[in-house]
T-cell receptor, first 115, second 114 residues
């Protein structure tokens, strides 16, 4: 069975500091990996995804993530945090060969950004 | 293109009642998935419909059901509501329903069971 673990339910950074949100996955087949962001009272918005090919994936709003198969990780980073990045972030996995789109989510990490 | 819409946005029900939530996917999308979001359990997959057929189902009791219409709009129903059913219910649509596809999420329906 697939699973996702997000280390740290809450991360606090200063504006302009590096953002690092950790995600480890478990999958017996090649995974598709996603990072979503959720702002208060809103649905989820896709930041980036990894399917195949280049392991460093660039997304929206300056975020990027690197797929490391040997470490079963897909950590999300941003070089310089903005106040507007404060939100909840979810890592998710789905099976590459599965019909359908059942995303398995991590528990989420709340990012706080202080001035 | 209009995004995924969900109605109603907020609902208050009492234990034992039933509720129906509605989701309109992005035009042209044929796959609709439903998720439950709670503080304790996080985001959990309920089920997915593609071309009016349930293709995938999560680990929820039979009180949770859904359907999809020929225009891809979907409804989910929860019967005999329990306090633990209080949650944000999110609907997501994708074009072909393949695992690699991006899912576009609606704003959710906030259900409160008293």
């Amino acid at each position: 069975a697939q699973s996702v673990t997000q280390l740290g339910s809450h991360v606090s950074v200063s504006e302009g500091a590096l953002v690092l949100l950790r995600c480890n996955y478990s999958s017996s087949v090649p995974p598709y990996l996603f990072w979503y962001v959720q702002y208060p009272n809103q649905g989820l918005q896709l930041l980036l995804k990894y399917t195949t090919g280049a392991t460093l994936v660039k997304g929206i709003n300056g975020f990027e993530a690197e797929f490391k198969k040997s470490e079963t990780s897909f950590h999300l980073t941003k070089p310089s945090a903005h106040m507007s990045d404060a939100a909840e972030y979810f890592c998710a996995v789905t099976q590459a060969n599965q019909a359908g789109t059942a995303l398995i989510f991590g528990k989420g990490t709340t990012l706080s950004v202080s001035s | 293109k209009a995004g995924v819409t969900q109605t109603p946005r907020y609902l208050i029900k009492t234990r034992g009642q039933q509720v129906t939530l509605s989701c309109s996917p992005i035009s042209g999308h044929r796959s609709v998935s439903w998720y439950q979001q709670t503080p304790g359990q996080g985001l959990q997959f309920l089920f997915e419909y593609f071309s009016e057929t349930q293709r995938n189902k999560g680990n929820f009791p039979g009180r949770f059901s859904g359907r999809q219409f020929s225009n891809s709009r979907s409804e989910m129903n929860v019967s005999t509501l329990e306090l633990g059913d209080s949650a944000l219910y999110l609907c997501a649509s994708s074009f072909s329903g393949r695992g690699v596809d991006e899912q576009f999420f609606g704003p959710g329906t906030r259900l409160t069971v008293l």
